[in-house]
């Protein structure tokens, strides 16, 4: 990108960011915030000065952030100004971008939530797997194909974890030692995201001290983002499967992404999955009938 570039967009972005806050102070009275109204304005809303002293920053810088000046500002002051303006979350990370910085990720909201409309997502994909991981990659739901090929164990429910401890989960998986290091690599770029988060110091810690692999795989601080790849599965029953991965992060919850596996066009995998649902159908018939 020029410079000339550059510079179109830095004005670009500042005069967005001048129009939003001139908004979000339009739509404000100041007795929504606890200021005495006073007598007739000539715009709707607070006024710069009042921005300020809620914010608790200078009159004139403040001028100078809403007039769009290149002025330098700190997550500190754009958190203060978002209180002050009352802004949701969807607007204090715009107010961060238009500012020029990334905006901050948003806490979990305690335990993931699985909504119906996930698991008709989930269902919607059958009869291929698919599955869904938390922020720190444990199995919060399957459906009934990606039950059948992973056998994901309750016991052991974090597949990182899994991946390199669970001798059955970890033998499914053909050319183990060539995928290990981007699973690692993947992890690691998931923790950078998530810095302040100490469970990942304590999985980290966890499976180092279980795994010299992972403690070594670890030590390389190598760094990937989710990529679609193809991986070959090794069922004890109906033999290699082979799909094709690809990861979907959650609009709504960030903390969480979808994982489908499609079959390779070209080989018997989807006939091989249609076979273990099928085995799985005949095995719930049968504690049907045994129950009834």
């Known amino acids: 990108m020029t410079t000339s570039t550059s510079r179109q967009n830095g004005n670009g972005r500042r005069g967005e960011l001048r129009d939003f806050l001139r908004s979000r102070r339009a739509r404000i009275t100041p007795e929504d915030v606890g200021l005495p109204g006073g007598g007739r304005r000539r715009t709707p809303g ?12 200078g009159s004139s810088w403040y001028m100078w952030l809403e007039q769009g000046r290149d002025i330098k500002v700190s997550e500190q002051v754009l958190d203060a100004i978002a209180r002050a303006l009352r802004m ?22 305690g335990r993931p939530e699985i909504t119906a409309e996930l698991r008709r997502v989930l269902e919607t994909w059958l009869p291929n797997p698919a599955y869904v991981l938390d922020r720190w990659w444990n199995v919060v739901a399957v459906n009934d194909a990606a039950e059948e090929v992973f ?7 974090n597949c990182l974890v899994a991946y390199f401890t669970a001798g059955p989960y970890r033998s499914r998986f053909r050319a183990w030692e060539q995928f290990a290091p981007t699973v690692v690599a993947q992890f690691r770029a998931d923790a950078a995201d998530h810095a302040d988060d100490p469970r990942y110091a304590e999985l980290v810690a966890e499976l180092s001290g279980r795994s010299p692999e992972f403690a070594e795989l670890w030590d390389r601080h190598d760094v990937l983002e989710d990529t679609a790849v193809t991986k070959e599965i090794d069922h004890p029953v109906v033999g290699c499967l082979t799909f094709e991965h690809s990861t979907l992060r959650l609009a709504s919850r960030s903390d969480m992404r979808l994982i489908l596996q499609s079959p390779l066009p070209g080989t018997d995998t989807a006939e091989k999955v249609g076979r273990l649902l099928a085995r799985r159908e005949a095995r719930a018939h049968v504690r049907l009938a045994e129950t009834g």
């Open 46 to 57: 607070l006024r710069r000065e009042e921005v300020a002293v809620l914010a608790g920053v």
């Open 88 to 109: 949701s979350g969807a607007e204090r990370a715009h107010l961060y971008r238009l500012a020029g910085l990334n905006p901050p990720r948003s806490a979990p909201s």
């Open 151 to 157: 056998s994901f164990s309750r016991a052991e429910p």
